[in-house]
């Protein structure tokens, strides 16, 4: 049985994509039209789906105050900076946020997702795995995308 906007998962590759993750994701990379998104897992439907995005405008603190203190989340975030010879560069970072604080069930969940979602958002220049929120302050992004 064939389900229509749907990656069906495996036993391998823990949850599905949702069409609509990988729209979401192509309107960031392509139009700009997001800052970053946010995904979650949705146990019930068994795939990634979109949590909340952030307006282009929108800064690495409004996205940093969106990922959950205690639950585990991915997340893609465009990155603007200027080269040391004063060109407009941008990267986009994939970040998987599990929290030491949260369940063990939902970091196995995620860890075991993460592979197939990361295949399923192609263009990605970097990706961060985040425990704490230092360990992707805005200077670990800058540093990677020097």
């Not at 979401?24 to 068994?46: P, W």
């Not at 603007?80 to 969940?109: G, H, Y």
């Not at 295949?119 to 961060?128: A, F, N, P, S, V």
Request: proline residues 3%; hydrophobic residues 35%; charged residues 35%.
């Amino acid at each position: 049985m064939a389900f229509r906007g749907l990656s069906r998962p495996n036993a391998t590759s823990g949850m599905g994509v949702a069409d609509h993750t990988k729209d979401t994701f192509l309107e960031l990379k392509r139009k700009k039209a997001h800052r970053y998104v946010i995904f979650s897992i949705d146990e019930k439907k068994r795939e990634v789906v979109v949590e909340k995005t952030g307006g282009p405008a929108e800064s690495y603190d409004d996205f940093t105050a969106s990922l959950p203190e205690n639950d585990c989340r991915y997340a893609v975030y465009d990155f603007d900076f200027v080269t040391s010879e004063n060109c407009q560069k941008s990267k986009i970072f994939f970040i998987a946020w599990s929290p030491s604080s949260s369940r063990i069930r939902a970091k196995m969940l995620y860890a075991t997702s993460k592979d197939r979602l990361r295949r399923e958002l192609d263009g990605i220049h970097y990706e961060i795995q985040a425990t704490d929120p230092t360990e992707m302050d805005l200077e670990v992004l800058r540093d990677r995308a020097h």
